[in-house]
């Protein structure tokens, strides 16, 4: 595996993870324009992550659904009027047209999840968890979270440049 692909994604997974789990401790502003960086580059690093198909095994869940709730419901809040709902087509249902309806935040507990989840899995330090805590990240990332990663970035693009919001770190 390459091991620098590797640690460049998992530090970036990790800035993510602080980021969303220090919500309530952030200004919205910031937080818009911190997520907005951090789910770019980690789109990009997990992109670059190797892909062994010959990976098979079970994988651990760490994330818990208090965990998912707890960053669900903190994102909500900070984002307030600005967590709006947003369709997301996803890889499987891309022939049909068919989308799927979610909020900002429940796009960025989502990926919590599984980035968290790949982490711990690698923090295990076994050679065989660690390949099938990627394994598993990337094949989730080109089904599942990939879309929501994407989609975040555009709708918080238009948070922070559009002429008709005015966001502010009083909120």
Known sequence: MNNSKILDFLT???EYCACVERVEHSQKKDFIETTHKIVCLLYLKTSLLPFNEDVDGFCEQFVTEDDWNFIQSSVAQKLGDH???????????YESGETISVNL???????????????????????????????????????????????????????????????????
């Open 83 to 93: 967590d709006i709902f947003i369709s997301i087509q996803e890889p499987d249902t």
């Open 105 to 171: 935040s429940e796009c960025f507990a989502d990926i919590y999840q599984d980035i968290r989840d790949c982490i711990e899995r690698y923090r295990i330090g076994k050679a065989e968890m660690q390949e099938l805590a990627i394994y598993d990240c990337v094949m989730h990332f080109k089904t599942y979270w990939g879309q929501r990663a994407l989609a975040l970035v555009a709708e918080m693009h238009n948070l922070l440049y559009s002429p008709h919001i005015v966001l502010t770190n009083d909120e």
């Open 12 to 14: 970036v997974a990790a």
